[in-house]
Protein backbone atom coordinates (compact mmCIF):
# COMPACT_ATOMS: atom_id res chain seq x y z
CA UNK A 1 0.00 0.00 0.00
CA UNK A 2 1.82 3.46 -0.83
CA UNK A 3 1.30 6.09 1.62
CA UNK A 4 1.16 9.92 -0.04
CA UNK A 5 4.50 11.74 1.17
CA UNK A 6 3.75 14.67 3.29
CA UNK A 7 4.83 17.58 2.54
CA UNK A 8 4.67 20.18 6.09
CA UNK A 9 4.48 19.08 9.60
CA UNK A 10 0.69 18.17 9.59
CA UNK A 11 -0.38 15.08 8.12
CA UNK A 12 -2.42 15.03 4.80
CA UNK A 13 -5.58 13.44 4.57
CA UNK A 14 -5.63 12.44 0.65
CA UNK A 15 -8.34 10.37 -0.84
CA UNK A 16 -6.10 8.33 -2.85
CA UNK A 17 -4.54 6.90 0.44
CA UNK A 18 -6.22 3.41 1.26
CA UNK A 19 -6.02 4.58 4.94
CA UNK A 20 -7.94 7.24 4.47
CA UNK A 21 -11.81 6.14 3.82
CA UNK A 22 -13.53 9.30 4.70
CA UNK A 23 -11.35 11.34 1.97
CA UNK A 24 -12.05 9.14 -0.27
CA UNK A 25 -15.96 8.70 0.25
CA UNK A 26 -15.89 12.61 0.04
CA UNK A 27 -13.14 12.93 -3.18
CA UNK A 28 -15.58 10.10 -4.73
CA UNK A 29 -18.86 11.89 -3.85
CA UNK A 30 -17.78 14.98 -5.25
CA UNK A 31 -15.75 13.70 -8.31
CA UNK A 32 -19.38 11.52 -9.32
CA UNK A 33 -21.94 14.54 -9.21
CA UNK A 34 -22.22 16.43 -12.26
CA UNK A 35 -19.85 14.34 -13.97
CA UNK A 36 -19.94 15.13 -17.94
CA UNK A 37 -22.13 12.36 -19.22
CA UNK A 38 -21.25 12.99 -22.99
CA UNK A 39 -18.28 13.73 -25.06
CA UNK A 40 -20.68 17.19 -26.00
CA UNK A 41 -20.31 18.38 -22.27
CA UNK A 42 -16.63 18.98 -22.04
CA UNK A 43 -16.43 20.74 -25.85
CA UNK A 44 -14.79 23.88 -25.52
CA UNK A 45 -14.91 26.68 -28.68
CA UNK A 46 -11.77 28.10 -29.29
CA UNK A 47 -11.43 30.97 -32.02
CA UNK A 48 -7.85 31.14 -32.57
CA UNK A 49 -5.22 28.37 -31.55
CA UNK A 50 -2.77 30.50 -31.37
CA UNK A 51 -4.21 33.22 -29.19
CA UNK A 52 -7.00 31.58 -26.78
CA UNK A 53 -8.58 34.40 -24.50
CA UNK A 54 -8.38 33.64 -20.64
CA UNK A 55 -12.27 33.49 -20.76
CA UNK A 56 -11.62 29.74 -23.33
CA UNK A 57 -8.34 28.51 -21.15
CA UNK A 58 -10.60 28.39 -17.80
CA UNK A 59 -13.24 27.03 -19.49
CA UNK A 60 -10.89 23.53 -20.77
CA UNK A 61 -9.42 23.58 -17.33
CA UNK A 62 -12.65 23.61 -15.83
CA UNK A 63 -13.38 20.34 -17.81
CA UNK A 64 -9.96 18.84 -16.91
CA UNK A 65 -10.48 19.45 -13.44
CA UNK A 66 -14.06 17.74 -13.74
CA UNK A 67 -12.53 14.84 -16.26
CA UNK A 68 -9.02 15.52 -16.70
CA UNK A 69 -9.65 15.94 -20.46
CA UNK A 70 -11.64 18.86 -22.50
CA UNK A 71 -12.16 18.87 -26.27
CA UNK A 72 -11.46 21.82 -28.41
CA UNK A 73 -13.40 23.30 -31.40
CA UNK A 74 -11.52 25.52 -33.72
CA UNK A 75 -12.21 27.28 -37.24
CA UNK A 76 -12.00 25.22 -39.74
CA UNK A 77 -9.37 27.61 -41.48
CA UNK A 78 -6.70 26.26 -38.38
CA UNK A 79 -7.57 22.57 -39.53
CA UNK A 80 -4.87 23.07 -42.24
CA UNK A 81 -1.80 21.09 -41.49
CA UNK A 82 0.80 24.01 -40.80
CA UNK A 83 -1.33 26.20 -39.26
CA UNK A 84 -2.11 23.04 -36.59
CA UNK A 85 1.70 22.51 -35.95
CA UNK A 86 2.62 26.47 -35.35
CA UNK A 87 -0.13 26.52 -33.10
CA UNK A 88 -0.56 23.62 -30.96
CA UNK A 89 2.34 24.59 -29.13
CA UNK A 90 1.58 27.93 -28.33
CA UNK A 91 -2.20 26.67 -27.07
CA UNK A 92 -0.46 23.82 -25.01
CA UNK A 93 1.60 26.11 -22.98
CA UNK A 94 -0.98 28.11 -22.06
CA UNK A 95 -1.93 25.29 -19.77
CA UNK A 96 2.00 24.70 -18.49
CA UNK A 97 2.84 22.15 -20.75
CA UNK A 98 6.28 23.40 -21.71
CA UNK A 99 8.50 19.65 -22.14
CA UNK A 100 7.32 17.60 -24.95
CA UNK A 101 8.85 14.14 -25.19
CA UNK A 102 10.96 13.68 -27.49
CA UNK A 103 10.17 10.76 -29.97
CA UNK A 104 11.52 9.13 -32.63
CA UNK A 105 8.64 9.56 -34.99
CA UNK A 106 8.48 13.19 -34.22
CA UNK A 107 9.11 15.86 -36.54
CA UNK A 108 11.63 18.64 -36.39
CA UNK A 109 8.79 20.76 -34.35
CA UNK A 110 8.59 17.63 -32.10
CA UNK A 111 4.80 17.06 -33.19
CA UNK A 112 4.41 13.08 -34.38
CA UNK A 113 1.92 12.75 -37.16
CA UNK A 114 -0.74 9.88 -36.85
CA UNK A 115 -1.37 8.74 -40.08
CA UNK A 116 -1.26 5.35 -42.23
CA UNK A 117 2.41 5.46 -43.32
CA UNK A 118 4.89 2.80 -43.89
CA UNK A 119 8.58 5.02 -43.75
CA UNK A 120 11.18 2.96 -41.69
CA UNK A 121 10.26 4.86 -38.61
CA UNK A 122 6.60 4.15 -38.54
CA UNK A 123 6.02 0.67 -40.17
CA UNK A 124 4.85 -1.83 -38.36
CA UNK A 125 3.29 -0.12 -35.63
CA UNK A 126 -0.33 0.00 -35.12
CA UNK A 127 -0.94 3.68 -34.12
CA UNK A 128 0.46 4.12 -37.92
CA UNK A 129 -2.19 2.03 -39.68
CA UNK A 130 -6.15 1.97 -39.84
CA UNK A 131 -6.46 -1.31 -37.26
CA UNK A 132 -8.08 -0.35 -34.24
CA UNK A 133 -6.33 0.40 -30.83
CA UNK A 134 -6.46 -1.38 -27.49
CA UNK A 135 -7.13 0.94 -24.34
CA UNK A 136 -3.79 2.60 -23.08
CA UNK A 137 -2.49 5.26 -21.43
CA UNK A 138 0.49 7.03 -23.60
CA UNK A 139 4.11 6.09 -22.77
CA UNK A 140 3.37 2.63 -20.46
CA UNK A 141 5.91 1.53 -21.83
CA UNK A 142 7.86 4.58 -20.17
CA UNK A 143 10.38 4.52 -16.97
CA UNK A 144 9.37 7.37 -14.35
CA UNK A 145 12.27 9.67 -15.43
CA UNK A 146 10.11 10.11 -18.69
CA UNK A 147 6.46 9.36 -17.90
CA UNK A 148 3.78 11.17 -20.28
CA UNK A 149 1.95 13.50 -17.76
CA UNK A 150 -0.68 15.38 -20.75
CA UNK A 151 -0.94 15.07 -24.11
CA UNK A 152 -2.89 16.61 -26.84
CA UNK A 153 -4.63 15.13 -30.25
CA UNK A 154 -5.43 17.10 -32.72
CA UNK A 155 -7.32 16.48 -36.14
CA UNK A 156 -6.03 17.73 -39.35
CA UNK A 157 -8.03 15.14 -41.35
CA UNK A 158 -10.67 12.49 -39.95
CA UNK A 159 -11.33 8.89 -42.06
CA UNK A 160 -14.84 8.62 -44.15
CA UNK A 161 -15.53 5.66 -41.59
CA UNK A 162 -14.38 4.68 -38.12
CA UNK A 163 -11.46 6.07 -36.43
CA UNK A 164 -13.95 7.13 -33.41
CA UNK A 165 -11.95 7.44 -29.77
CA UNK A 166 -13.04 6.14 -26.54
CA UNK A 167 -11.93 7.61 -23.68
CA UNK A 168 -12.05 7.14 -19.94
CA UNK A 169 -10.59 9.50 -17.33
CA UNK A 170 -8.37 7.16 -14.71
CA UNK A 171 -9.48 8.65 -11.80
CA UNK A 172 -12.80 7.06 -12.27
CA UNK A 173 -11.15 3.78 -13.42
CA UNK A 174 -10.03 4.40 -9.76
CA UNK A 175 -12.68 4.50 -8.14
CA UNK A 176 -15.08 1.72 -9.78
CA UNK A 177 -12.21 -0.62 -8.46
CA UNK A 178 -11.22 0.98 -5.12
CA UNK A 179 -15.09 0.49 -5.13
CA UNK A 180 -15.11 -3.15 -5.87
CA UNK A 181 -12.37 -4.28 -3.75
CA UNK A 182 -9.44 -1.56 -2.27
CA UNK A 183 -7.02 -4.99 -2.47
CA UNK A 184 -7.25 -4.33 -6.23
CA UNK A 185 -5.81 -0.76 -5.94
CA UNK A 186 -3.38 -2.06 -3.49
CA UNK A 187 -2.52 -4.92 -6.18
CA UNK A 188 -1.76 -2.33 -9.03
CA UNK A 189 0.24 0.36 -6.84
CA UNK A 190 2.77 -2.36 -6.56
CA UNK A 191 5.98 -1.10 -8.02
CA UNK A 192 5.72 -4.29 -10.14
CA UNK A 193 2.43 -4.42 -11.02
CA UNK A 194 2.94 -4.55 -15.11
CA UNK A 195 6.11 -5.25 -16.48
CA UNK A 196 7.61 -4.48 -19.87
CA UNK A 197 9.83 -6.35 -21.39
CA UNK A 198 12.99 -5.04 -22.81
CA UNK A 199 12.64 -4.51 -26.66
CA UNK A 200 15.00 -3.99 -29.77
CA UNK A 201 13.04 -1.07 -31.68
CA UNK A 202 13.06 -1.00 -35.60
CA UNK A 203 16.23 1.62 -35.21
CA UNK A 204 18.03 -0.60 -33.37
CA UNK A 205 17.91 0.96 -30.25
CA UNK A 206 17.26 -1.11 -26.97
CA UNK A 207 14.08 -0.25 -24.45
CA UNK A 208 15.19 -1.63 -21.46
CA UNK A 209 12.76 -3.61 -19.20
CA UNK A 210 10.54 -1.55 -17.29
CA UNK A 211 8.80 -2.17 -14.45
CA UNK A 212 6.14 0.02 -12.38
CA UNK A 213 2.78 0.20 -11.09
CA UNK A 214 -0.53 1.12 -12.59
CA UNK A 215 -1.36 3.73 -10.18
CA UNK A 216 0.77 5.68 -8.74
CA UNK A 217 0.44 9.23 -7.05
CA UNK A 218 2.62 12.48 -7.98
CA UNK A 219 4.86 13.28 -5.06
CA UNK A 220 4.65 16.98 -6.12
CA UNK A 221 1.07 17.50 -6.97
CA UNK A 222 -0.55 14.93 -5.08
CA UNK A 223 -2.34 13.81 -8.28
CA UNK A 224 -3.63 10.04 -9.86
CA UNK A 225 -1.06 8.98 -12.63
CA UNK A 226 -2.13 5.57 -14.43
CA UNK A 227 0.16 3.36 -16.59
CA UNK A 228 -1.73 0.69 -18.83
CA UNK A 229 -2.03 -1.67 -21.81
CA UNK A 230 -4.75 -4.04 -22.55
CA UNK A 231 -2.55 -5.05 -25.25
CA UNK A 232 -2.38 -9.35 -24.29
CA UNK A 233 1.26 -9.00 -26.00
CA UNK A 234 4.75 -8.14 -23.64
CA UNK A 235 2.90 -7.25 -20.98
CA UNK A 236 4.14 -8.96 -17.79
CA UNK A 237 1.62 -9.05 -14.93
CA UNK A 238 2.58 -9.80 -11.24
CA UNK A 239 1.63 -13.05 -10.71
CA UNK A 240 -0.62 -12.92 -7.30
CA UNK A 241 -4.31 -13.18 -7.15
CA UNK A 242 -5.21 -9.47 -6.57
CA UNK A 243 -3.55 -8.69 -9.33
CA UNK A 244 -5.23 -11.07 -11.95
CA UNK A 245 -8.35 -10.30 -10.42
CA UNK A 246 -7.61 -6.44 -10.72
CA UNK A 247 -7.05 -6.36 -14.39
CA UNK A 248 -9.37 -8.80 -15.60
CA UNK A 249 -11.79 -6.43 -13.42
CA UNK A 250 -10.25 -3.17 -15.25
CA UNK A 251 -10.33 -4.90 -19.12
CA UNK A 252 -14.15 -5.98 -18.09
CA UNK A 253 -14.72 -2.33 -17.25
CA UNK A 254 -13.13 -1.38 -20.56
CA UNK A 255 -15.32 -3.59 -22.62
CA UNK A 256 -18.15 -3.31 -21.26
CA UNK A 257 -20.93 -0.18 -20.76
CA UNK A 258 -18.95 1.96 -18.24
CA UNK A 259 -21.63 4.88 -18.26
CA UNK A 260 -18.75 7.24 -17.75
CA UNK A 261 -16.71 6.25 -20.54
CA UNK A 262 -16.92 8.92 -23.53
CA UNK A 263 -16.77 8.16 -27.50
CA UNK A 264 -15.88 11.03 -29.92
CA UNK A 265 -14.99 11.15 -33.23
CA UNK A 266 -12.86 14.26 -33.83
CA UNK A 267 -13.68 16.44 -36.71
CA UNK A 268 -11.03 18.83 -38.71
CA UNK A 269 -9.84 21.75 -36.68
CA UNK A 270 -10.75 19.53 -32.73
CA UNK A 271 -8.66 18.22 -30.67
CA UNK A 272 -8.31 17.03 -26.96
CA UNK A 273 -6.29 18.49 -24.37
CA UNK A 274 -5.52 15.76 -21.26
CA UNK A 275 -4.14 14.35 -18.37
CA UNK A 276 -3.01 11.11 -20.34
CA UNK A 277 -6.31 9.59 -19.77
CA UNK A 278 -7.12 5.83 -20.92
CA UNK A 279 -8.20 5.78 -24.77
CA UNK A 280 -8.95 3.42 -27.64
CA UNK A 281 -9.39 3.87 -31.24
CA UNK A 282 -11.82 2.12 -33.47
CA UNK A 283 -10.31 1.06 -36.82
CA UNK A 284 -10.93 3.23 -39.64
CA UNK A 285 -11.84 3.26 -43.55
CA UNK A 286 -12.10 6.35 -46.01
CA UNK A 287 -14.43 4.58 -48.25
CA UNK A 288 -13.42 2.24 -49.50
CA UNK A 289 -9.63 3.55 -49.76
CA UNK A 290 -6.79 1.17 -49.21
CA UNK A 291 -5.50 1.34 -46.18
CA UNK A 292 -1.83 3.07 -47.74
CA UNK A 293 -3.87 6.00 -49.07
CA UNK A 294 -5.96 7.05 -45.86
CA UNK A 295 -6.05 10.38 -45.35
CA UNK A 296 -6.79 10.34 -41.83
CA UNK A 297 -4.11 12.56 -39.70
CA UNK A 298 -3.81 13.69 -36.18
CA UNK A 299 -1.32 15.55 -34.67
CA UNK A 300 0.01 14.18 -31.36
CA UNK A 301 2.51 15.96 -28.74
CA UNK A 302 3.03 14.67 -25.36
CA UNK A 303 4.51 16.53 -22.57
CA UNK A 304 6.43 15.60 -19.16
CA UNK A 305 3.85 18.05 -17.71
CA UNK A 306 0.68 17.65 -16.02
CA UNK A 307 -1.82 19.90 -17.22
CA UNK A 308 -1.70 23.29 -14.68
CA UNK A 309 -4.31 24.14 -12.31
CA UNK A 310 -6.51 20.77 -13.52
CA UNK A 311 -6.20 18.96 -9.87
CA UNK A 312 -9.81 19.66 -8.95
CA UNK A 313 -10.35 22.96 -6.61
CA UNK A 314 -12.04 20.69 -3.99
CA UNK A 315 -9.18 18.28 -3.83
CA UNK A 316 -6.49 21.29 -3.61
CA UNK A 317 -8.87 23.08 -0.50
CA UNK A 318 -9.00 19.55 0.99
CA UNK A 319 -5.30 18.94 0.80
CA UNK A 320 -4.54 22.79 2.14
CA UNK A 321 -6.97 22.38 5.02
FE1 LIG B 1 -2.34 6.67 -27.36
Redesign the pocket.
Given at each position: MQRVPETGSEPLEHPFDLNDDTAYRRWRDNKLSGYPARATDIVVEIGDLKRPTEAECTEIIKRCQRANMAFYATRPGDSEEQDARRGLPVFASHFGLSRPESHRSAAQDGIVALEVADDDKRRGYI?YSNRP?TW???GYYNGPETCIRA?LLHCVRDAGEGGENSLLDPEIAYLRLRDENPDFIAALMHPHAMTIPENREASGKLRPVSPGPVFSIDPVTHALHMRYSARGRNIIWRDDPDTRAAVRFLADLLTGSEPLMLNHKLSPGQGLICNNVL?A?SGFDDDGAPARTSKRMLL?IRYLDRLAGSCRPAAVNHLQQ
Open positions: PLHTDFHRR
